[in-house]
């Protein structure tokens, strides 16, 4: 696919940019040619790498909802209620968009595809791109087969979860003080004392003519 969409940029680039360039018939041509190549790098390169692009911003929206969602799985968990039915619930409060694919897989794969909850656990944490999610469905796969609490698990997590993300806001928030308080000395304390400095210059060398003179 990106071969194909580099060709089909370089042939439909060359055929724009021989009409656009005028010149002699040797500068048209190398400078279409340069310019066509240029523009097939270009989409080879954006179609290379959105996929990073999309599955880092993927990861950067689990992330923000993981913390919220262990603590509503553990919510829920405590009622009582089905491992399965704790997904079904979290799936349709419709707060959770980082998550809401990863969770309606899981859901695809019970209701849909017949498989055990386990099985579907397994393979979602098997794709996903988020290693703490990953951890979160290995912890429940592990603690369903050893017939551990859930509801513990759950609540030990949900701690967790909370507290990383406590601890990570308060880093962003003393990075923001940090980026404030270097904007403040290069932008505005800078300028006012650079100012100053000539104003000062000025009037010294005003009041030296003054005197020589």
């Not at 340069?34 to 097939?40: D, F, G, M, Q, R």
């Not at 050893?146 to 949900?158: F, H, I, P, R, T």
């Not at 601890?167 to 006012?192: H, M, N, Q, W």
């Amino acid at each position: 696919s990106m071969i194909f969409s580099s060709l089909i940029a370089f042939i439909v680039s060359s055929i724009i940019f021989s009409i656009v360039i005028k010149g002699s018939i040797i500068i048209s041509v190398l400078t279409s040619l340069l310019a066509s190549i240029l523009v097939s790098i270009s989409v080879f390169s954006v179609m290379y790498y959105y996929p990073y692009l999309s599955l880092n911003n993927k990861k950067r929206r689990i992330k923000d909802d993981l913390p919220f969602v262990v603590m509503h799985m553990a919510a829920v968990s405590a009622s009582g209620a089905q491992p399965i039915a704790m997904f079904n619930m979290v799936l349709n409060s419709e707060e959770y968009e980082g998550l809401k694919g990863e969770i309606k897989k899981i859901i695809n794969y019970v209701n849909l595809m017949g498989y055990d909850l386990n099985t579907a656990l397994k393979n979602v944490a098997a794709t996903t791109p988020s290693y703490p999610f990953k951890e979160l469905l290995n912890g429940i796969i592990a603690t369903s087969e050893s017939g551990s609490d859930l509801k513990s698990y759950l609540n030990e997590k949900a701690k967790d979860a909370l507290n990383t993300y406590t601890l990570e806001r308060k880093r962003y928030v003393e990075s923001l003080a940090t980026y404030s308080d270097i904007y403040t000395g290069a932008f505005i304390a800078a300028p006012l004392l650079f100012i100053t400095t000539l104003a000062i210059i000025n009037a010294s060398s005003t009041t030296l003519s003054t005197l020589v003179f």
